[in-house]
């Protein structure tokens, strides 16, 4: 009984890391290609996401920044990137369940 109790503990810590994993590493991620993507393409390069040559990594925490260059560009720090694309996806999913909710 105890190998049972401690293969049901050992699967729940494992599904525990990979939701911990998922929310604060994969997901901050895959918001910021997200933005970076779409808003290069939608505006044609006026709006880009790029990240300061001194960062590592990508998340939503940090510093909340617009600025403009000399050409004209828009440029959004990586934590608005990320919170762009988080406002994508929302759209994208609430319209799909929507579509679906609505589907006779």
Avoid: N
Avoid at 5 to 11: E, L, P, T
Avoid at 24 to 32: N, R, S
Avoid at 82 to 89: D, E, L, M, N, T
């Amino acid at each position: 009984m105890d190998i049972i109790a401690g293969f049901i503990v050992s699967v729940l810590e494992l599904v525990v890391w990979l939701l911990w994993w998922v929310v604060f590493d994969a997901l901050p991620t895959i918001f910021y290609f997200t933005a970076l993507a779409l808003l290069f393409a939608v505006t044609f390069g006026k709006v880009t996401v790029e990240v300061p040559k001194g960062m590592t990594g990508i998340g939503w925490t940090g510093f909340l920044q617009i600025t403009r260059c000399g050409e004209g560009r828009v440029i959004l720090s990586p934590a608005l990137g990320v919170i762009v694309g988080f406002v994508v996806w929302t759209i994208i999913v609430s319209g799909v369940i929507i579509a679906h909710a609505y589907q006779t």
